[in-house]
């Protein structure tokens, strides 16, 4: 008979994998947007060059889903145990993982359109609610130890919601800048990006 | 050389897996339904509440996918060896959960059309396919406990045979409907949903 | 340290759920052939049912993948080691099973066209080369027992490589009869798949 | 508690899993680009062989992943722990792994065309830039044998540094042979596969 640790583990691991695969999956799919520029009757080169936005899109995309993978592996070398609810919230979060490239190529698109804003308030919006559940998540996780390895402390615990609690305190900030300007409100998450790619890096 | 127990452990982790590769890609394809609507002249805003019914099929395609993952995952925490068999009929599901979003996407751009019922139909039809597969296989699994794991009660097994009979049942009754009201059929069709939501999710 | 016979397990296991990526993701993708078929201005039952191509082609491509899958994790029951050429095998395999979808929806859309027969030939010659690799990764790591399990028997080896003989000699005379008949060659290719199927599900 | 090396292993695992997931999906998703050719009224054989690009770019994009696969897999036999500066270098791979097959079907249309030096500086660049992050993620974890597996070799570390060092040497040089004949730069690349597919089958 399987022990109650072996199975949690196993547990566990199947929902990382799962979460993986969304993850690597989302990320693959970004190069179906990546057209031959060339059916307009351009050169090459100067076609690729035009469609210089697909490409910053794409880069923008893969850089946010790749922090997001980071942080979520990060996450759960923490919560060592899941649950249905846990498992649920989980999987709210990867409905707004998997619309992070359909509103980064919107943004991407009409950055420079007088949509700007309309394009930003999307992209912030989606970024709000994915905190939220992000921050739901750990805190379901993490409330009373609920769902945490045994080797974790309190000071931990409570470090990492405060450094989780920048993300929708942000990109609330970068939505009501959306009103006001769409490319000031994309600086704002970009920086936002910087500041989780940093602290996934260097929290080792 | 390996036991018996430990390659039946690795045979049903293989299944687990391929099931979840399965259904995380189907999630993740969902995405690629969504489309820039400024393409026809519309500002971005309008464009994007117009195209409504799009993000209400991604999201009611998602959730469901989703709570078709989590109980999976539950139904192999009891069926814990597998056979050939056993393949087949879990291979065969996934034929039904592959072409959800595909029935979802029908309903979304139909139910308020005069092919309403004719979508519902199509949707109800899918969903009680699956059912039946579903049912098929846990009966397959559990009768004379020939896959359920060692620790799993007569009683246990009774209990899940019962929920899962809700399903066939009540998308059958739903088919039944559609010919009469595509709406009233979609509507018991959601309503399953969230049953098997609740299901999984506090039966822990 | 690591047993050797520890490494052997992970890296076996390793590339099984390479190829178990593969085939959950070329069946999936199977679902993206299928179109709402109102845009033509029919009725959508009337629609789907002038379609039927579209789904019988998706499910004979699922349940073929389906099948492959099944014999592929059969074989790797008794291949319980790898090397670098079963791996550049193994990976040669999938070209010919990516390309399953394409051909198989080639069949579907031509064959009761004039091009009957060009399709069940590319469909045919498709599934030769898929068996001529398959045999040889057998061959390959059966020959002295190469990368068999230790308690894989010679009388067990000798009775797959006549069944796996089955499928070239077969899908050579479906490519000779695809210059004859297209219907034809396309009858004696699902029959293989229903051999398969049956020794798939019944050699337990 | 877990242990140290349990934990190494079981980060390293998932990591390899989510490479692999990216690689697997990257090569399916190759087959999307193949389309029924007689759309335009020829006959499907003429069709096919007059599109006999797309099955060019099909192969030697399915081919080049593979390779990478393989030596990927090779690589991560060396490196056995990983830290969060990896796991950024290695996703940072994946962008330019999935940018191949788009690169690819670039040069399968436009290698004779006007644009074929073009195409080929595309084709070439992404290669180099691929190559730059691989030697740099290799000397990231070798370097002091950071991260590599106990019973690495300060010899096997170097052996394999200077196989690596071939790629961005030759990529180099077929970017700068770009600008003069775009089909000797990419003959130069696929002799350049050819050697690393060399490599990884006999290194065993």
Redesign the interface.
Known sequence: ?ESRESFEL?ET??M???S?????????????D?R?P?GSGK???QG?VDDWQSFFAL?TS?VTI?IM??NH?NMFNYVRRI???L??LN??L??FV??T??TT??VA??ITS??AN??A??YSGNFLLLAFVWNGLWWYASSGKRLLG??VTEEQARSISRQYAVAPISYGAALVLSFFSGLASVIVILAVAAFF?IT?????
Chains 1, 2, 3, 4 share one sequence.
């Open positions: 008979m196993r691991a199947r990382e994998a799962f993986d695969a969304i993850f690597a999956f989302a990320i693959t799919l970004l190069v179906l990546l031959d060339t050169p090459l080169f690729l880069v893969f790749l993978w980071m592996h649950d249905r609810r498992m649920l999987g709210l990867f409905l998997i619309l490239p359909f190529s919107l698109s009409h007088t949509d309309a394009a308030a999307v045994n080797t790619a996934a890096t260097i929290s080792d």
